[in-house]
Nanobody
Framework: QVQLVESGGGLVQPGGSLRLSCAAS?????????MGWYRQAPGKERELVAT???????NYADSAKGRFTISRDDAKKTVYLLMNNLEPQDTAVYYC?????????????WGQGTQVTVSS
């Protein structure tokens, strides 16, 4: 059974930092392709924050460029999101996403979400 467990969310003041982690289990690491983070603010649709491929190629939303850094540790089947200089508009539930693929099929998995609140 595939499970993605996120951690690291919480309340932080504007300008502060948080590091999110997402550990995957029940997945064969060689099948993992893209790992990423998405977020959903109240009343808004879920949006891309950042993704990273197995080769280390990254993609960031414009709002995340220069402030957020995504990384992954395949040995631990974990993806991280380091968020610096946080702003109130970064407040959202952050979701981990993992895409897997084999010669037979591909799958997409989501974590349960972790709340990030940026407020003074």
């Amino acid at each position: 059974q595939v499970q993605l467990v996120e951690s690291g969310g919480g309340l932080v003041q504007p300008g502060g930092s948080l590091r999110l982690s997402c550990a995957a289990s029940g997945i064969i690491v060689s099948l993992i392709r893209v790992m990423g983070w998405y977020r959903q603010a109240p009343g808004k649709e879920r949006e891309l924050v950042a993704t990273i491929t197995g080769g280390g190629r990254t993609n960031y939303a414009d709002s995340a460029k220069g402030r957020f850094t995504i990384s992954r540790d395949d040995a631990k089947k974990t993806v991280y999101l380091l968020m610096n200089n946080l702003e109130p508009q970064d407040t959202a539930v952050y979701y981990c996403n993992v895409e897997t693929a084999s010669i037979y099929t591909s799958s997409n998995y989501w974590g349960q979400g972790t709340q990030v609140t940026v407020s003074s």
